[in-house]
């Protein structure tokens, strides 16, 4: 990977220009409740979910981009852009932010799903410019 290794914790400042693209996230879809952004490894980059669940959804969101990227191979289906998860009381969504990064939104039982997709590409985007800026 390019911007980070496994054994060293993101720089401040990039955790604080992904911070501000989750806040602006938060900003343009008001059902969100929280989100976090990862390696592709499980490695934490950023997170603003309630509580002290940032490292266990990191690491799921890995796990959740490997076992979608396997089955979109299997089945001829292209790269990785999202997953789209539907639960009792709300939303997980995993969006590929770059080749290296992605970033995971949650969101209530009663959310716009069409606009969720729309404002958490758009976010993925935004991580993925600041992350390619990283040296």
């Known amino acids: 990977m390019r911007f980070l290794s496994l054994r060293r914790r993101p720089r401040v400042e ?4 992904v911070l501000e693209e989750m806040a602006l996230l938060r900003k343009r879809a008001p059902d969100v409740s929280g989100s976090v952004v990862c390696s592709v490894d499980g490695l934490r980059i950023a997170s603003d979910l309630a509580g002290d669940h940032g490292e ?41 932010a770059g080749p290296t990064v992605v970033l995971t939104v949650l969101a209530g039982p009663g959310a716009n799903v069409g606009l969720l997709r729309l404002e958490g590409r758009r976010t993925a985007a935004g991580v993925a410019a600041v992350v390619a800026r990283e040296p």
């Open 14 to 17: 990039l955790q604080g220009e």
């Open 56 to 96: 266990q959804a990191a690491a799921l969101s890995a796990a959740m981009l490997a076992m979608s990227g396997r089955m979109l191979t299997m089945t001829g289906r292209g790269a990785f852009e999202e997953t789209l998860i539907s639960g009792s009381a709300g939303f997980v969504a995993c969006y590929a």
